[in-house]
């Protein structure tokens, strides 16, 4: 009430999943995956208290299997997409469609990070972001990128985006309130 902090808490008993699709270069053999992205915040999830497990290149009934349980609390993809899919195999996709029906009847993700290219440009009904957050805008919360493959951005954006992620995550870890900037 006060703001004062008491100290640190035990966790709920959690879970989380941090996952990558196939890199840049190799969306059709699985190769180059975005290694020091998912990794970065499988550590980070695990220091908040959420033993996470990290996939490279997770089969989509593999993720529907984490996602759909009361236990999941965090979730990070990072791979090629848009705001209503993302390619976690190479012949695979899982879209927004995926995450509603998966999530019918269990809680909403309370902190999805979207790492998809265009992946929070729209938050909208049948979007990742909306179907995380089953739509509310309270108790859950999506982070994550958009145009980062569009010509003004691509790869040199990309090149900043692990300590922009790290930067975020300690802000979380702290407790700081994160300073919006926009590009």
Request: some cysteine; glycine content about 10%.
């Amino acid at each position: 009430m006060t703001g004062e902090k008491l100290g640190h808490g035990i966790p709920p008993p959690s879970t989380g999943l941090s996952l990558t699709g196939p890199g840049v270069d190799d969306v059709n053999d699985c190769s180059e995956p975005w290694t020091a992205w998912y990794e970065n915040a499988r550590n980070w999830f695990q220091t908040f208290g959420y033993p996470t497990t990290a996939i490279q290149y997770p089969r989509t009934d593999t993720i529907q299997n984490y996602i759909q349980s009361d236990e999941m609390a965090v979730f990070y993809e990072q791979a090629h997409g848009n705001s209503w899919r993302f390619r976690n195999w190479c012949p695979e996709y899982t879209t927004a469609g995926d995450i509603e029906t998966w999530l019918d009847g269990y809680a909403s993700v309370p902190f999805a990070f979207i790492g998809s290219c265009d992946g929070m440009c729209d938050t909208i009904d049948n979007n990742l972001s909306y179907e995380f957050r089953k739509g509310s805008n309270k108790g859950a919360v999506t982070v994550g990128y958009c145009h980062m493959a569009g010509p003004s951005c691509g790869l040199p954006c990309y090149e900043y985006s692990v300590d922009w992620q790290n930067t975020m995550f300690n802000w979380m870890a702290t407790g700081k309130e994160p300073v919006r900037r926009c590009l």
